[in-house]
Nanobody, 120 residues
Framework: QVQLVESGGGLVQAGDSLRLSCAASGRTFSASAMGWFRQAPGKDRDLVATMYWSGWNTYYADSVKGRFTISRDNAKNTVYLQMNSLKPDDTAVYYC?????????????WGQGTQVTVSS
């Protein structure tokens, strides 16, 4: 099992920045990929950004390219999502996830989510 705990959400204004953190514990070696997803009210959960624990391959949804950056600190078993130039459309619950099926594969472990609200 892998346990994931997100933090860093909040209420900000359009154009502001936030950094989300995801602390992983447990059998982290069983999950090679880490991802951030988000779900807005009434919408499906969408992939935002992913990366591997090793190497530098990343994936970003088109809607966040150039504004969001995923990164990691292996020593702390923590993954981050730096979000700049936030827009009201970025408002959602953001979830951290871990999986072993590639950047765009299935994610087996999920955090509880953290709310991000961007006001106009």
């Amino acid at each position: 099992q892998v346990q994931l705990v997100e933090s860093g959400g909040g209420l900000v204004q359009a154009g502001d920045s936030l950094r989300l953190s995801c602390a992983a514990s447990g059998r982290t070696f069983s999950a090679s990929a880490m991802g951030w997803f988000r779900q807005a009210p009434g919408k499906d959960r969408d992939l935002v950004a992913t990366m591997y624990w090793s190497g530098w391959n990343t994936y970003y949804a088109d809607s966040v390219k150039g504004r969001f950056t995923i990164s990691r600190d292996n020593a702390k078993n923590t993954v981050y999502l730096q979000m700049n130039s936030l827009k009201p459309d970025d408002t959602a619950v953001y979830y951290c996830a871990a999986g072993s099926s590639g950047l765009l594969g299935q994610y087996d472990y999920w955090g509880q989510g953290t709310q991000v609200t961007v006001s106009s």
